[in-house]
Nanobody, 127 residues
Framework: QVQLVESGGGLVQAGGSLRLSCAAS????????AGWFRQAPGKEREFVAH????????YLGDSVKGRFTISRDNAKNTVYLQLNSLKPEDTAVYYC????????????????????WGQGTQVTVSS
């Protein structure tokens, strides 16, 4: 079992920045790939970013490329999402997720290919 706890969300003006953290506990987190998703009211959960278990490979959703960065520190069992140049349309609940090797053959952009989820952290961007 892996438990995930997100933090770092909040209210920020357009153009501002936030850094989200996802702290993991339980089984060795360094063997899990991780991702960030977001969900706005009335919308489906959207892929934001993915990072391999080692941190050597990262992928970003088209809507956040050039503005967001995903990273991880396996010594601290933590994954980060740096959000820059925020826009009102980035407003959503942001979720951290982890996936074990059994899911690696599945598309990292789809929520069904993750084992564990955090409770989410709200990001609100004002115009």
């Amino acid at each position: 079992q892996v438990q995930l706890v997100e933090s770092g969300g909040g209210l920020v003006q357009a153009g501002g920045s936030l850094r989200l953290s996802c702290a993991a506990s339980g089984r060795s987190f360094s063997s899990y790939a991780a991702g960030w998703f977001r969900q706005a009211p009335g919308k489906e959960r959207e892929f934001v970013a993915h990072i391999s278990y080692s941190g050597g490979n990262t992928y970003l959703g088209d809507s956040v490329k050039g503005r967001f960065t995903i990273s991880r520190d396996n010594a601290k069992n933590t994954v980060y999402l740096q959000l820059n140049s925020l826009k009102p349309e980035d407003t959503a609940v942001y979720y951290c997720a982890a996936r074990s090797p059994q899911y690696y053959s599945g598309d990292y952009r789809h929520p069904v290919n993750y084992d564990y989820w955090g409770q989410g952290t709200q990001v609100t961007v004002s115009s």
